[in-house]
């Protein structure tokens, strides 16, 4: 997504902007076209007390594109999560969500989150849980439904929609929680561990949803230890190690000739 952003005073004709980023009017006025980031981190650091979980961050990602955030146990990548999310703030350093503060409720609509440690209502049906959450993404009536049946149907849980959460398997909650994702079709998916519970088809068919969202335009982040299916789903990864990104890039950028994902992972935080 591009927008154009004035140069005031650019003197002749754009400035110091990149060729492939000019753009100029026939009224003499002269214009960048900056890109439009879904999320970005811009010299973030976050203490918890005396402890630095995250020092000098810098990330971004273009709207449209899906990013594997990568690290060891205690890397940085749940307080990203957060301080995206805006349950958290940065102790140093600007976060925007899709151009806002997330601590802004604005900034989080049209945003679906998928947390690591999933936790839903065992009464519920899975219908009902379905329809509440889409009545809370602003979904009635005959769209309501049409979006629930649809997300149902994605998520192969046609015929456990009667069923209680309480009763499902963790790989069955996991297919929940994706179809909770899909409803009112979102532009943005922070994903934390989405595999988690999934059986091989299970993370098969979640690959495949991930792909069709994406087709719809949707932007996907991804944190994730199955490097596997991050260089499968993902066009760019970042490797967070103790609180800093190691590396960042296109992952065919990343990785080396020879090597898969994992290897180059292995070989950043080893260093």
Request: charged share 25%; glycine share 12%.
């Amino acid at each position: 997504m591009i927008s154009r952003r004035l140069i005031a005073g650019c003197g002749s004709c754009c400035g110091d902007a990149a060729p492939e980023d000019r753009a100029c009017s026939l009224m003499g006025r002269c214009y960048v076209l900056a890109r439009m980031f879904a999320l970005e981190l811009n010299g973030v650091s976050k203490r918890y007390g005396q402890r630095h979980a995250l020092s000098n961050i810098d990330l971004q990602l273009e709207s449209g594109a899906s990013l594997g955030l990568l690290g060891p146990n205690g890397a940085g990548k749940t307080t990203c999560l957060r301080l995206l999310l805006g349950l958290t703030q940065p102790t140093q350093g600007t976060v925007r969500l899709r151009g806002r503060d997330p601590m802004n409720p604005a900034a989080r609509v049209g945003v679906a989150y998928l947390p690591e440690r999933l936790r839903l209502p065992e009464r519920a049906t899975v219908r009902g849980f379905l329809r509440l959450h889409g009545t809370l993404a602003g979904l009635s009536g005959t769209e309501l439904e049409r979006e629930v049946e649809s997300a149902l149907e994605m998520t192969g849980l046609a015929d456990r929609g009667a069923d209680r959460i309480g009763d499902l398997s963790k790989g069955l909650s996991q297919r929940v929680g994706f179809a909770q994702l899909f409803l009112a079709r979102p532009e943005l998916l922070l994903l934390d561990e989405p595999t988690s519970g999934l059986d091989p088809i299970g993370i098969r068919d979640a690959r495949e949803w991930i792909r069709v969202v994406r087709e719809r335009g949707c932007t996907v982040l991804v944190s994730s230890h199955v490097l596997s299916e991050v260089e499968r789903v993902c066009d760019h990864a970042a490797i967070l190690h103790e609180g800093r990104i190691a590396a960042q890039g296109p992952i065919e950028d990343l990785v080396q000739p020879g090597e898969t994902l994992e290897d180059a992972f292995l070989r950043v935080v080893s260093g």
